[in-house]
């Protein structure tokens, strides 16, 4: 077994590579608007460091969001790409769901939520049980609109001060490629078929094709 996975959904680029006895090599890189610069050096790092190529790969993993439309196309072209070239199966995993796997701990035993950033002055968000099973899908909206007295894991507590006012903030800010790469070698160990790579957008991006010219009249 060799998962390359990797997430670009967020502010964060992040990739990592598990060789079925754990994660042999992972790192990430926080920039909001290189994510098309930052990917493929960092894919290509990740195989050397574990003296790997790409045709070494037996799947990929990827984040599937929700997450702003440029980033978020970055990693799931990719991975269809890699995946189709290599005919390999790609695995997509919810973005929130990556965060929450490693919030769980910190989370001792409590529901939680996680809130990521969704730009316009809104977050990204989902409800989880203490063990990191999604609870509610995840849904868009402005701060005011999350459930208060969670914890709360994400960006989105960090960002927005009403969501840390209602409960504690916890666990990792961006999600981390090592826990997709974790979660996507638990789904093969127990048989589960990998999800579809779909983009998990929530809504229209912000660019628009522009409309049909007006109308001139003298």
């Not at 290189?34 to 493929?40: F, Q, S, T, Y």
């Not at 990740?46 to 790409?54: N, S, V």
């Not at 990827?62 to 970055?74: D, K, Q």
Request: hydrophobic residues 40%; charged residues 20%.
């Amino acid at each position: 077994m060799l998962i390359l996975a990797f997430d670009t959904a967020t502010p964060a680029v992040t990739v990592a590579l598990h060789d079925g006895c754990g994660v042999a090599a992972h790192e990430s890189a926080v920039d909001a608007r290189r994510h098309g610069e930052l990917l493929a050096p960092s894919i290509a790092r990740i195989l050397g460091q574990a003296g790997a190529e790409p045709g070494d790969l037996t799947s990929i993993a990827v984040g599937t969001g929700p997450g702003p439309y440029t980033g978020l196309r970055v990693g799931l072209v990719t991975a269809r790409v890699l995946g189709s070239a290599l005919s390999i199966p790609v695995d997509g995993v919810c973005t929130l769901d990556i965060i929450a796997a490693e919030a769980r701990h910190a989370a001792a035993g409590r529901e939680f939520i996680v809130a990521t950033d969704a730009r316009r002055r809104e977050v990204y968000w989902a409800r989880y049980s203490a063990d990191a099973q999604r609870l509610s899908e995840p849904q868009v909206s402005l701060p005011a609109a999350v459930p208060a007295g969670y914890p709360m894991a994400g960006e989105g507590p960090r960002l927005h001060a009403e969501l840390a006012a209602g409960g504690e903030t916890i666990g990792p800010r961006y999600p981390s490629a090592a826990e997709l790469a974790q979660i996507a070698a638990d789904h093969v160990a127990r048989g589960i078929p990998p999800e579809r790579p779909e983009a998990r957008y929530l809504r229209r991006p912000d660019a628009r094709e522009p409309g049909r010219p007006k109308r001139v009249t003298p």
